[in-house]
């Protein structure tokens, strides 16, 4: 069974920092995607940013040139460096995994409890 903890969330104020970490325990192996998604009360919940194994990754608009995903693929650990935080970033945030199945074409998919960021203006 694979598990992932996420953690690093807290209450800063606006322009601040916060570095959040997902850590993936399990057997883990070839291609996979670590992601990092968030949904603030009364939204859906919405991709932030993702990784895949090989190194490439994407961000949501919002949060371009103030938040960067790193990843330690030998720890199956995932980062979120966010920076410049704003009110709007507010929200639970839940660190993702996501692998293929070719066998099954499937997309096995599992996540963390959640960490809370909030961002006092």
């Known amino acids: 069974q694979v598990q992932l903890r996420d953690t690093g969330g807290g209450e800063v104020q606006a322009g601040g920092s916060l570095r959040l970490s997902c850590v993936a325990s399990?057997?883990?192996?070839?291609?996979?995607?670590m992601a990092w998604f968030r949904q603030a009360p009364g939204k859906k919940r919405e991709l932030v940013a993702r990784?895949?194994?090989?190194?490439?990754?994407n961000y949501a608009d919002s949060v371009k040139d103030r938040f960067t995903i790193s990843r330690d693929s030998a720890k199956n650990t995932v980062y979120l460096q966010m920076h410049d935080l704003k009110p709007e970033d507010t929200a639970v945030y839940y660190c993702?995994?996501?692998?293929?199945?070719?066998?099954?074409?499937?997309?096995?998919?599992?996540w963390g409890q959640g960490t809370q960021v909030t961002v006092s203006s």
């Open positions: 993702n995994l996501a692998i293929p199945d070719s066998a099954t074409l499937t997309l096995r998919e599992f």
């Open positions: 399990g057997s883990i192996s070839g291609a996979n995607v």
């Open positions: 990784m895949i194994s090989t190194g490439g990754s």
